[in-house]
């Protein structure tokens, strides 16, 4: 019975452990979201783990659809490529913070979380003028010693309403994931990487057009957070 009883607790605490580090509604590491505001037709499409060589195809297809996004970046790919990262913002776009090096921080110390969204935060402060308030942890996995980081840095965290799985299913079936999973401050996350290239921006072609026949139109995070009175 003793032994019975200690699995029963063990499992319980496994099943809480994932439910913090990787459910979209978990708080337990640090502020986070995983949509927006009800209260109107709006979509926040987000880009993780650029800038890309791909980046300024992707911002072309956005603009030709007066679309506005919200990109969430690693410093080193910012550091890599400023002047497209300088781009995504020039077009009024908004920048996240999606690490250094896209770095694993579970089993990390706080320390380590904490220098790898600071370098971030500052390499994308410095180079496109932007100092991000919102943070995405890379594969959506958060860790102890998030929330002290998010709190220094200012950030709150960003999960999402629909993952597209851009890196495993070809683009006809990410843009009908996504479109079935369109609401009122629905969040999408896809991926602006050399890896995902064709498949996010054959998507978004897709996607973008389906919805805006829904009556949908497209914000930034941070403005589909907030209340429209």
Same mark, same amino acid.
């Given at each position: 019975?003793?032994?019975?009883?200690?699995?029963?607790?063990? *499992?319980?605490?496994?099943?809480?452990?994932?439910?913090?580090?990787?459910?979209?509604?978990?708080?337990?590491?640090?502020? #986070?979201?995983?949509?927006?505001?009800?209260?109107?037709?709006? =979509?926040?499409?987000?880009?993780?783990?650029?800038?890309?060589?791909?980046?300024?195809?992707?911002? !072309? &297809?956005?603009?030709?659809?007066?679309?506005?996004? @919200?990109?969430?970046?690693?410093?080193? /790919?910012?550091?890599?490529?400023?002047? &497209?990262?300088?781009?995504?913002?020039?077009?009024? /776009?908004? =920048?996240?913070?999606? #690490?250094?090096? /896209?770095?694993?921080?579970?089993?990390?110390?706080?320390?380590?979380?904490?220098?790898?969204?600071?370098?971030?935060?500052?390499?994308?402060?410095?180079?496109?003028?932007?100092?991000?308030?919102?943070?995405?942890?890379?594969?959506?996995?958060?860790?102890?010693?998030?929330?002290?980081?998010?709190?220094?840095?200012?950030?709150?965290?960003?999960?999402?309403?629909?993952?597209?799985?851009?890196?495993?299913?070809?683009?006809?079936?990410?843009?009908?994931?996504?479109?079935?999973?369109? !609401?009122?401050?629905?969040?999408? *996350?896809?991926?602006?990487?050399?890896? @995902?290239?064709?498949?996010?921006?054959?998507?978004?072609?897709?996607?973008?057009?389906?919805?805006?026949?829904?009556?949908?139109?497209?914000? @930034?995070?941070?403005?589909?957070?907030?209340?429209?009175?």
């Amino acid at each position: 019975m003793f032994i019975e009883s200690m699995g029963g607790v063990a *499992c319980a605490a496994a099943g809480l452990m994932s439910y913090a580090v990787r459910s979209r509604s978990s708080s337990l590491f640090g502020p #986070s979201v995983w949509r927006g505001a009800g209260d109107r037709a709006s =979509i926040a499409l987000t880009f993780d783990d650029g800038p890309s060589e791909s980046t300024p195809e992707l911002l !072309r &297809v956005l603009e030709s659809h007066g679309a506005r996004a @919200t990109f969430f970046q690693c410093g080193m /790919h910012v550091r890599r490529l400023p002047d &497209v990262a300088r781009q995504v913002a020039g077009a009024g /776009h908004e =920048i996240g913070n999606h #690490s250094d090096t /896209h770095a694993h921080l579970y089993f990390r110390s706080g320390r380590a979380i904490y220098d790898e969204l600071a370098r971030a935060q500052d390499s994308i402060a410095g180079i496109t003028g932007q100092t991000p308030t919102l943070f995405r942890a890379p594969y959506g996995a958060r860790w102890f010693g998030l929330r002290a980081a998010q709190r220094k840095l200012g950030l709150l965290g960003v999960m999402w309403t629909a993952i597209g799985r851009d890196w495993k299913l070809a683009a006809p079936a990410v843009a009908v994931r996504l479109a079935g999973a369109a !609401r009122n401050g629905a969040i999408l *996350c896809l991926h602006d990487s050399r890896a @995902t290239a064709g498949t996010c921006i054959d998507a978004v072609r897709r996607l973008i057009p389906s919805l805006l026949e829904k009556g949908y139109h497209f914000e @930034t995070v941070s403005e589909i957070l907030c209340p429209k009175n």
